[in-house]
């Protein structure tokens, strides 16, 4: 298996099915697998995938009892891939699958692909999330010495080998910050490939609602950077 796709589903019922039908449309290799995480979604996101990925070989879901948070859905995904390379992306439809795809042509092209890192830097955003973006990126490559730009840019891709070096991995939000940057401290090539970044389908981000939810996202990512610093 060459590429393993992690896309965790925290009642995202209503995106689904336009989610797994354009996966269905652009996933057609045999040596990719996605795997949907149903990270204890409380509405009818399990009868969707069940019902939906019947008989699907490339696509197929697993089930977290109890919602431990976005970054324990995809280390739950991560545990049950068969890739070669592995990497998450969102189920809102923020980004195009496809994406994914465009990123593992430059693992085929990359001479050590086991060194190498992938993300998506996110184009046509709002006003006020790029300056969001903006100033928790040059505070976290200021604090943590490191540059660091568009952390929670989706898709994030990563050798297998890459992963194993993990030890004690963030359960919440911070996963994308801790990959990208242990990416940085063992001296990975970070390569971005631009992904446009669309409106929601349905329903809200689960972070992403107003001010006040940003400033917890900032809390939680202050208190992990600390952590890291030290």
Same mark, same amino acid.
């Given at each position: 298996?060459?590429?393993?796709? &992690?896309i965790?589903? %925290?009642?995202?019922?209503?995106?689904l099915?336009?989610?797994i =039908?354009r996966?269905?449309?652009?996933?057609?290799? =045999?040596?990719?697998?996605? &795997? !949907?995480?149903d990270? @204890?979604?409380t509405?009818?996101t399990?009868?969707?995938?069940?019902?939906?990925?019947k008989?699907?070989?490339?696509?197929?879901?697993?089930?977290?009892e109890?919602?431990? @948070?976005y970054? !324990?859905?995809?280390? $739950? @995904?991560l545990? =049950?891939?068969?890739?070669?390379?592995? @990497?998450?992306t969102? +189920?809102?439809?923020?980004?195009?699958?496809?994406?994914?795809?465009? +990123?593992?042509?430059?693992? =085929?092209?990359?001479?050590?692909?086991?060194?190498?890192?992938?993300?998506? +830097?996110?184009?046509?955003?709002?006003?006020?999330?790029v300056?969001f973006t903006?100033?928790?990126s040059?505070f976290?490559? &200021?604090?943590?010495?490191?540059?660091?730009?568009d952390i929670?840019? *989706?898709?994030?891709? !990563?050798?297998?080998d890459? !992963?194993?070096?993990w *030890?004690?991995p963030p359960?919440?939000?911070?996963?994308?910050?801790y990959? %990208?940057?242990n990416?940085?401290? *063992?001296?990975?090539?970070?390569?971005?490939?631009?992904v446009?970044f $669309?409106?929601? +389908?349905?329903?809200?981000?689960?972070?992403? &609602?107003n001010?006040?939810?940003?400033?917890k996202?900032?809390?939680?990512?202050?208190?992990?950077?600390?952590?890291i610093?030290?």
């Open positions: 298996m060459l590429l393993s796709i &992690i965790p589903c %925290y009642n995202e019922a209503k995106n099915p336009i989610l =039908e996966c269905k449309t652009v996933y057609t290799r =045999e040596d990719v697998e996605v &795997i !949907f995480v990270n @204890g979604s509405d009818s399990p009868d969707v995938l069940t019902t939906l990925l008989d699907e070989s490339i696509l197929k879901s697993i089930r977290v109890v919602n431990k @948070g970054g !324990f859905g995809i280390l $739950a @995904g545990r =049950e891939s068969k890739g070669k390379i592995l @990497g998450w969102h +189920a809102d439809m923020q980004t195009d699958p496809y994406d994914c795809l465009r +990123a593992i042509e430059c693992f =085929e092209r990359h001479s050590t692909p086991d060194k190498l890192f992938l993300k998506g +830097a996110r184009k046509h955003r709002p006003l006020m999330d300056i903006l100033g928790m040059i976290e490559t &200021i604090l943590l010495r490191k540059g660091l730009w929670n840019a *989706q898709p994030t891709l !990563f050798h297998r890459f !992963f194993s070096s *030890q004690s359960e919440d939000f911070s996963l994308d910050l990959s %990208y940057y990416a940085k401290h *063992q001296r990975l090539t970070v390569t971005r490939i631009p446009i $669309a409106e929601r +389908a349905f329903g809200q981000s689960h972070w992403n &609602i001010w006040k939810a940003k400033f996202f900032i809390k939680r990512t202050l208190d992990y950077s600390l952590t610093r030290r």
